[in-house]
């Protein structure tokens, strides 16, 4: 019963309970370095999360902002900034997604009274599993054809009298 009140209230010895004991910080050179290593790959497998994205199905999706600071005028300017990056985020995402889905219910709270920011997102999707195995096959036969290997295991540096091309 202690360990699950640590855990639910953020006990001190609630992040080894759950495992998050280490955290890892990167400076910014490192984490460019890592999205530049990444993004062949993400490029790579992007039709395939096209594929999935094509058969996914929307059956609720709320998302609520409040936001607050001590001006008004910006909470507004703020209010107004989070209304259009929602519009575009969703509209671009919605766009991706398979059409007879329902339509995104977006909430902007600008709170004038007190400063903060909090958001919400509540969302519920359908899948065929068949679709997520489909996918998962794709991207795993990508990943072993960029370690080099082809689909019979063979190396692709293979010798000229290793296939039915080579001349001996």
């Keep these: 019963m202690t360990t699950r009140t640590e855990l639910e209230t953020g006990g001190d010895n609630s992040r080894e309970i759950m495992g998050r004991g280490n955290e ?14 990444w993004l062949p790959w993400l490029r790579a497998v992007w039709e395939d999360i096209e594929y999935l994205l094509r ?33 575009n985020l969703t509209a671009t995402f919605y766009r991706k997604i398979a059409p007879n ?20 997102l509540d969302c519920i999707f359908k899948i065929r599993i068949g679709n ?12 072993v054809n ?11 540096h293979r010798r000229t009298h290793e296939n039915c091309h080579g001349k001996h």
Excluded: C
Aim: a positive charge.
């Design 24 to 37: 890892y910080t990167y400076d910014l050179k490192q984490l460019l370095d890592k999205i530049r290593d």
């Design 55 to 87: 058969h996914l199905i929307m059956e609720r999706f709320q998302w609520r902002v409040s936001i607050g600071t001590p001006d008004a005028a910006a909470t507004g300017m703020l209010s107004g900034l989070a209304w259009g990056l929602m519009g």
């Design 101 to 120: 889905g329902i339509r995104p219910e977006l909430l902007v709270e600008p709170n004038f009274k007190k400063e903060g920011f909090s958001t919400s």
């Design 132 to 143: 997520i195995m489909i996918t998962g096959i794709r991207i795993m036969k990508k990943k």
């Design 146 to 156: 960029r370690r080099g290997v082809n689909i019979l295991g063979r190396t692709s």
